[in-house]
Structure formats: structure tokens, C-alpha cells
């Protein structure tokens, strides 16, 4: 988990989408998952933005109650 987290971090979009992308597939919606992943709205990359939201979405409605 955590080298999926320092990938959140590096210079290359592709591999903070591909960071993104993994957590996303295993819905792990612990605070510091989120708090980094919240840290990528600062860049300018679309692609990866938009990745990012639909895994806080995913994340989010899957700790709501049914």
C-alpha cells in the first residue's frame, strides 16, 4: 500500500493514474489513502483528476449505508 502511495506522489501523470487507478480497484477508504489521494487535485493533469473523482466517488458510496 504504500508504494501505492509515494507513486501518488511522482512526477509522471502516468504513474500517479496508474496509483490512482489501483486503489481505486481495492477500495481501501482509510483516511491516509484518501488524504493522498486528495492531495492530487493540486496538479494540473485532467486524466488524472478525472480518475481521481470517480475513485472518491467509488470510495465514498462504499462506506455508506444501504
Known amino acids: ?3 501505492l502511495l509515494t507513486l501518488l506522489q ?3 501523470s502516468s504513474m500517479r ?3 490512482v487507478e489501483v486503489l481505486g ?3 481501501n477508504s482509510s483516511e ?3 488524504q493522498a489521494l486528495l492531495t492530487l487535485l ?3 493533469d485532467s486524466t488524472v483528476r478525472s480518475s481521481l473523482v470517480e475513485v472518491l466517488e467509488k470510495l ?3 462506506s455508506k449505508p444501504t
Open 1 to 3: 500500500m504504500q508504494t
Open 10 to 12: 511522482d512526477d509522471n
Open 42 to 44: 493540486k496538479y494540473d
Open 17 to 19: 493514474f496508474s496509483a
Open 32 to 34: 491516509p489513502v484518501v
Open 25 to 27: 480497484k481495492l477500495s
Open 60 to 62: 465514498g458510496n462504499g
